[in-house]
């Protein structure tokens, strides 16, 4: 079966760099998403690809089963739920990790 | 800047109602997704649309029909409503050709 594995829950301090892993087994899969989720609003768009790639504070690593995201100096405004996703090539649809909370201390 | 609408952002139903949930796009994409949000589930894909009149079940299609009628208009329609469909429901759109799928605010549904 096609899943996507991220950690429930990551806890940083604020101004520290944070890394959340995602790895898969979606067959064929080669692009990943990341996506970032605050309650009550759209999940929007981070990074993606399929190699390495950044955007702003915003890193993403890329290995052919798993990824990373890493965000640079983490803010107490960066505490939400962020989502790993692939796709294959020809496909329409994402494969969604079950999203990490990431948690901010002072 | 793409806008992913969704009809209601709160629904309160009672078992049994069928139930209504409307989406609708402003970017012409040919593509529309509706997926249900759960904790400790992440998104799981309900059912997908890749044109007018056109469907596929995704990955939890039991208890669930959809309808596109319009391009830009995708309905997720819970034809008897139970409690273990309250959750938070998101549809998303993507343009055939990129990769990148944009969402709606969401829509909070209850089953009493």
């Known amino acids: 079966k096609d899943q996507v594995f991220q950690p429930s829950t990551v806890a940083s301090s604020e101004g520290a760099v944070v890394e959340i892993f995602c790895n898969h087994s979606?067959?064929?899969?080669?692009?990943f998403f990341w996506y970032l989720h605050f309650p009550g609003c759209a999940p929007r768009l981070l990074v993606k690809?399929?190699?390495?790639?950044q955007q702003g504070r915003y890193n993403m690593t890329y290995e052919r089963f798993s990824s990373s995201l890493l965000i640079l100096q983490v803010r107490e405004a960066d505490a939400a739920v962020y989502y790993c996703?692939?796709?294959?090539?020809?496909?329409?649809?994402?494969?969604f990790g079950t999203g990490t909370r990431l948690q901010v201390t002072l | 800047d793409v806008k992913v609408t969704q009809s209601s952002r709160y629904l309160v139903k009672r078992t049994g109602e069928k139930v209504f949930l409307e989406c609708v796009q402003d970017?012409?994409?040919?593509?529309m997704f509706w997926y249900r949000q759960d904790p400790g589930l992440g998104l799981r894909l309900i059912y997908f649309?890749?044109?007018?009149?056109?469907?596929e079940k995704g990955d939890i299609p039991e208890g669930y029909s959809v309808s596109r009628e319009k391009k830009e208009r995708f309905s997720l329609i819970l034809e008897s409503a139970s409690t273990n469909q309250t959750s938070m429901y998101l549809c998303?759109?993507?343009?055939?050709?990129?990769?990148?799928?944009?969402f709606g605010p969401g829509t909070r549904l209850t089953v009493l």
């Open positions: 998303a759109s993507r343009r055939t050709g990129g990769n990148e799928q944009f």
């Open positions: 979606v067959s064929n899969a080669y692009n």
């Open positions: 690809g399929s190699k390495p790639s």
């Open positions: 996703a692939c796709t294959t090539g020809t496909a329409s649809k994402l494969t």
């Open positions: 970017m012409d994409h040919e593509n």
């Open positions: 649309s890749y044109d007018v009149k056109m469907k």
